[in-house]
């Protein structure tokens, strides 16, 4: 059974600093991973979506990396502002023989000091 | 507007009233499912359907069921919802893959007393 799992549970960082989240997986056969935000008490907001032919996707301040053999994905956020303070979550979307189904990490809590 | 949305947004019940969670996606998207979010727990996948008439279960499928009779709704039906089905329900679409981006509704707070 995949598992998902996220480090740090939860990160405070100063505004304006470089951070990494990292999401670990167990099972490599996957077709993709996504990383999504989430505010609380809101949904799910689609951050970056790597396919598993991908190593890495950029949008604007954020970098997620994809190491499908190590079963490794890292999101990096650059210059972090108060704004970035959410709840970061990782996904896999497995393709194991006729299961197509999407397996959470629990989420990295981040905290932005201004 | 391309959109997930979800009915009602807060539902307080009693045990054992049926009740139903309806989804629709404006985005003909094949792909939908559900999931419930506890603290501690994460995002749990219960059900999914990749496309009219075609469900699965996902991880926690036990006390709910699907149906999937057109390609926009996925309603999500608890026939005797208990006290541990009180949960934050969420519902997902994407397109089929390989690129399957999900598109998530803005959730439904359940209370089961």
């Known amino acids: 059974k995949q598992e998902v799992t996220q480090i740090p549970a939860a990160l405070s960082v100063p505004e304006g600093e470089n951070l990494v989240l990292n999401c670990s997986f167990t099972d490599s056969a996957i077709y993709n991973l996504q990383w999504f935000r989430q505010d609380p008490g809101k949904g799910l907001t689609s951050l970056l979506l790597i396919q598993s032919s991908q190593r890495e996707q950029t949008s604007g301040r954020l970098n997620a990396s994809l190491d499908k053999s190590s079963g490794r994905s890292t999101l990096y956020i650059a210059a972090s502002q108060p704004g970035d303070s959410a709840t970061y979550l990782c996904?896999?979307?497995?393709?194991?023989?006729?299961?197509?189904?999407?397996?959470f990490g629990k989420g990295t809590l981040l905290t932005v000091n201004p | 507007e391309a959109q997930v949305t979800q009915n009602p947004r807060y539902l307080i019940t009693v045990t054992g009233k049926k009740l139903t969670v309806t989804c629709s996606q404006n985005m003909n998207h094949e792909y939908m499912s559900w999931y419930r979010q506890d603290p501690g727990l994460g995002l749990r996948q219960i059900y999914y359907s990749m496309n009219v008439e075609v469900t699965d279960k996902g991880d926690v499928p036990e006390g709910y069921k699907v149906s999937r009779k057109e390609k926009r709704n996925f309603p999500l039906i608890l026939e005797s919802p208990s006290p541990n089905q009180t949960s934050l329900y969420f519902c997902?679409?994407?397109?089929?893959?390989?690129?399957?981006?999900?598109?998530f509704g803005p959730g439904t707070r359940l209370t089961v007393l």
């Open positions: 997902a679409s994407s397109a089929v893959l390989p690129y399957n981006e999900q598109f």
């Open positions: 996904a896999v979307f497995e393709s194991g023989g006729s299961n197509y189904k999407l397996t």
